[in-house]
């Protein structure tokens, strides 16, 4: 049975399209650290005076998910022999984990800021004024 193109990409095995997709996701990932590096430093002095330990932590995690998965690139491409198959499984694991944790705490404090400046405060604060 003859696999189509697409699942060789996203699929990867030995052989099989693995350096065209790790350089399709390594390529972004470098692109986007050296973005982060270009503004880290008025991004660490916002950090500083917001005072926020939430956004220091997502900051930070984030930094820590994009290297590694620029790690996970390197190493893949750089050893394309042996079985590796546990390793990469971890590092893939530990990639897609970080990055689904990442947007889910983008969606949670994107909507705590929506309830937080919502009808909600309004109403507390006319309560407060009032009493």
Not at 11 to 27: H, T
Not at 65 to 84: D, P, S
Not at 87 to 107: D, H, K, P, Q
Request: proline fraction near 4%; charged fraction near 10%.
């Amino acid at each position: 049975m003859a696999h189509s193109a697409c699942i060789d990409f996203v699929s990867p095995r030995p052989g099989v399209g693995v350096v065209a997709y790790d350089l399709a996701i390594g390529i972004p990932t470098l692109l986007f650290l050296a973005f982060l590096g270009w503004r880290l430093k008025p991004s660490l002095r916002k950090l500083h005076r917001s005072n926020s330990h939430i956004m220091a932590t997502y900051y930070g995690f984030l930094w820590a998910i994009t290297v590694i998965n620029l790690f996970r690139c390197i190493l893949q491409l750089a050893q394309t022999g042996g079985n590796h198959g546990t390793a990469w499984n971890i590092l893939w694991i530990i990639t897609r984990f970080g990055m689904l944790m990442l947007e889910a705490s983008v969606v949670v404090y994107l909507l705590q800021g929506y309830v937080a400046s919502g009808p909600k405060v309004s109403d507390a604060s006319r309560c407060a004024a009032a009493g």
